[in-house]
């Protein structure tokens, strides 16, 4: 009988998501207050829970234990050096985004009682740079995790989180924002950078 061993592309997967979730926890450490209003309801705690199965809890198991093992694929080096490339830029503009959300970063759909609008650094170019370097971090995840089902499971939850979860936060922030995140909006990708708008 075959029992998986952490090959490289695994091992690296593994450093990477310790990263993760280290930048994860010293920023969540900074941010911890009491919250004005909340629209965390059981639909959205359910879709941090998936997206948290799909990035890190799925992916982390599978590479360490003989499981789903009828869905592994081949590793070849391309995508082992193209999956640590991507991890990479996903962490850094992971660290970025909560560096530049500062305490305006939330797990779930909350604002504090003095909320301010964030719109430069990471959030000059796109709306919502979090989610986009989840789908950074996605990519190299589907790269280095050599299983079909592991390796897909974050960029599938992760979509499934912006599918449900956008339209509702930013109708959230057009409540407490108005015309400033509508033009916000206007002005700024959601996750890809538009070409700006010239003056006329
Ligand atoms: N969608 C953003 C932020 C994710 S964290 C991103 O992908 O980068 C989710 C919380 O961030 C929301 O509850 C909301 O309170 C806050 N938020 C989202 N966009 C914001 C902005 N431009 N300025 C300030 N807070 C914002």
Same mark, same amino acid.
């Given at each position: 009988?075959?029992?998986?061993?952490?090959?490289?592309?695994?091992?690296?997967?593994?450093?990477?998501?310790?990263?993760?979730?280290?930048?994860?926890?010293?920023?969540?450490?900074?941010?911890?207050?009491?919250?004005?209003?909340?629209?965390?309801?059981?639909?959205?705690?359910?879709?941090?829970?998936?997206?948290?199965?799909?990035?890190?809890?799925?992916?982390?198991?599978?590479?360490?234990?003989?499981?789903?093992? =009828?869905?592994?694929?081949?590793?070849?080096? +391309?995508?082992?050096?193209?999956?640590?490339? %991507?991890? @990479? !830029? &996903? $962490?850094?503009?992971?660290?970025?985004?909560?560096?530049?959300?500062?305490?305006?970063?939330?797990?779930?759909?909350?604002?504090?009682?003095?909320?301010?609008?964030?719109?430069?650094?990471?959030?000059?170019?796109?709306?919502?740079?979090?989610?986009?370097? =989840?789908?950074?971090?996605?990519?190299?995840? +589907?790269?280095?995790?050599?299983?079909?089902? %592991?390796? @897909? !499971? &974050? $960029?599938?939850?992760?979509?499934?989180?912006?599918?449900?979860?956008?339209?509702?936060?930013?109708?959230?922030?057009?409540?407490?924002?108005?015309?400033?995140?509508?033009?916000?909006?206007?002005?700024?990708?959601?996750?890809?950078?538009?070409?700006?708008?010239?003056?006329?």
């Amino acid at each position: 009988m075959h029992l998986p061993h952490p090959s490289f592309a695994a091992t690296l997967f593994l450093v990477f998501t310790a990263a993760y979730l280290a930048i994860r926890g010293v920023f969540a450490r900074r941010t911890r207050r009491a919250k004005a209003v909340s629209r965390a309801d059981l639909r959205d705690r359910l879709l941090i829970l998936l997206v948290g199965a799909g990035q890190v809890a799925l992916p982390c198991i599978v590479v360490t234990q003989p499981v789903l093992a =009828f869905a592994s694929r081949p590793q070849p080096d +391309a995508c082992t050096l193209f999956g640590a490339v %991507a991890m @990479l !830029a &996903g $962490l850094r503009l992971f660290w970025r985004s909560h560096a530049d959300l500062g305490e305006s970063w939330s797990v779930t759909l909350e604002l504090n009682a003095d909320h301010r609008l964030v719109t430069e650094g990471a959030y000059r170019h796109v709306r919502h740079p979090m989610y986009a370097s =989840f789908l950074v971090l996605g990519t190299g995840q +589907a790269l280095l995790v050599a299983n079909w089902i %592991a390796g @897909l !499971a &974050g $960029l599938a939850a992760v979509a499934l989180l912006m599918a449900v979860r956008l339209p509702r936060e930013e109708a959230m922030m057009i409540d407490r924002f108005g015309d400033q995140y509508r033009d916000y909006r206007r002005r700024v990708g959601a996750i890809l950078p538009r070409r700006r708008l010239r003056a006329a």
